[in-house]
């Protein structure tokens, strides 16, 4: 009875959490440390990094291009059923842009990709963590960090944001030609309005947060994954926790990135 | 010479080694039995150090494995080969880049000419035919991936060889298949080994000594004909259980 009544204690359960949250971070951090240290072993990462990177680019593009497409339509249908009569229609240009380029394309992206991208890392890497092959690559005096983690997250840090630029590209562009069908709007007003409020930091804006999430889709399922517990069932949770905990950072990340970059 | 000294483990509350003892000398083959469950594949894993005792010391060539620097470590595994239970293949390699990975020497790994000569001579060495090389191990029985196994702890040319159940999960010609290889090896490649095992024909046949972990501790070691003698309840009680098991005896 009384462990029952001690566990149940609010203040233990909150210590808890805080450790383990703790626990996670210190191992999250060592497994970086351990991505810097492997680096160096460029002969064994780059090749498996192309690999990943054709998988993430190509195998993601119909999916990201699909879903900035359909934000950048419905963007552009929402603004004109607002804006109509009270503010000039090339403001649809601004706000399409603005919202594709600084939030929508990156953060709509991010979270599709780390369920994607998230829940393939946290599974492949937790299968072979239950079926004894990270052991086996360790036992062989190799670095797991240089053949499974690295060629992951550089693959991810560099298709992610190229993934985020085609999203942009195409949330624009549809959003112009959904703007077109229920506005009397033409290029050159849709053109205008983006071109009003534009800031070329707003670019890069993008890429930055695209880089940030990248780091946080591709660093986290390989934490998961890489410290599955026993079974099918281990797997099971670490995919989950992967997808969950890396969209939970994706969305902290927009909040943090936006008050440093943007209101600072 | 690998050894262990009052190495203890536990996982939770969960005691798996209570104190093990346990030498083996350069150029035997050492069988450790015990029924499933027992932590003979936690000890096995302590020695190459993927695993690391909470109390205790693993000596391997007077090294103290738990202590050792990353870069010592990984001197210290291309001196040793690991069989795993069931493989521990690269799903997404084929046969040539899993065993490929077990050549220690960087210089070697990179020769492709090297290499490739190298993977088929272990290949060979296992009896497997060179056609496999190219294949995947999703398209190997458990035999053939558990000869692939093999052959990739030791295309290395290792000093040591652990054997993890290499033949659990097999049917009794494929057993007594690996177990003849593993006599060769011993034989041919001079290597000092340890087969975990629960199967005692397969030990009896392969090993120059045995050693029975039971109850987190090792409860005997000696030759057959000790074990054979033995009036150790718990000797006897798991040597009369692998006997009277059919599976084991057709082996």
Known sequence: MATAATTSDPRVLIGRAILGGMAHVGRVSMLVVEIFRGLKEVRIWVPRAFDEAWNIGVGSLFIVLLVSAFAGGVTAYQAGYQFTGSLPYYVVGTLVVESIVLELGPVLVGLILAGRIGARYAAELGTMRVTEQIDALESLGRSPASHLIIPRVVAGLIMIPVLVIFADIVGVGAGLWAAKQVLPLTNADFTYGAQYFWHPFDAYYSLIKAFFFAAAITIIPCYMGFTTGQGAEGVGRSTTAAVVSSSVIILLLDVVLAKVLLNS | ?251
């Open chain 2, 1 to 251: 010479m690998i050894e262990l000294r009052g190495v203890k483990k536990k996982f939770g509350d969960q005691v798996i080694l209570d104190g093990v003892d346990f030498v083996v000398q350069d150029g035997e083959t050492v069988a450790l039995l015990g029924p499933s469950g027992t932590g003979k594949s936690v000890l096995l894993k302590h020695i190459i150090g993927l695993i690391k005792p909470d109390a205790g010391q693993v000596l391997v060539d007077g090294l103290h494995v738990a202590k050792l620097k990353r870069k010592e470590l990984a001197q210290l595994r291309y001196k040793i080969g690991y069989v795993f239970q069931n493989g521990a293949l690269f799903d997404s390699d084929n046969v040539f880049e899993n065993v490929r990975l077990g050549i220690s020497d960087e210089t070697k790994y990179s020769d492709p000419d090297y290499s490739r000569e190298r993977v088929a001579q272990v290949i060979k060495l296992v009896n497997l035919p060179a056609d496999v090389i190219d294949k995947y191990p999703s398209e190997l029985s458990g035999g053939m991936r558990k000869r692939v196994g093999i052959a990739r702890a030791i295309v290395g040319e290792p000093k040591y060889l652990l054997y993890d159940e290499p033949t659990s999960g097999l049917d009794p010609v494929n057993s007594d298949i690996i177990d003849g290889l593993v006599e060769r090896l011993s034989d041919e490649l001079g290597v000092t080994g340890i087969m975990v095992t629960h199967d005692v024909r397969g030990a009896f046949r392969v090993a120059d000594r045995l050693a029975l972990l039971s109850g987190g501790k090792i409860i005997m070691q000696g030759t057959q004909e000790e074990f054979l003698a033995s009036e150790n309840p718990k000797v006897k009680e798991f040597l009369e259980r692998d006997f009277e098991n059919p599976s084991n005896a057709a082996a």
